[in-house]
């Protein structure tokens, strides 16, 4: 019953996140939104480089 529950509401939750996604994309400060998430899916990406090559320097520093 639990596991019913829990589906149930993630069902609901995916549903607000898709219904404020067709939102903003269809009010005038769509470019705006674009940009932001843009700008911090770069970010994110950089910080996952950047924390690939600590973790590739610390295991070539502990191997040799």
């Not at 950089?46 to 590739?56: D, L, R, S, T």
């Amino acid at each position: 019953m639990e596991n019913n529950s829990n589906s149930f509401f993630t069902f609901i939750a995916g549903a607000a996140v898709g219904a404020a996604v067709c939102y903003f994309l269809h009010t005038d400060k769509k470019d705006e939104l674009i940009n932001k998430v843009k700008y911090h899916a770069d970010r994110l990406k950089n910080k996952i480089k950047e924390g690939k090559q600590q973790v590739e320097e610390a295991i070539d520093q502990n191997l040799s």
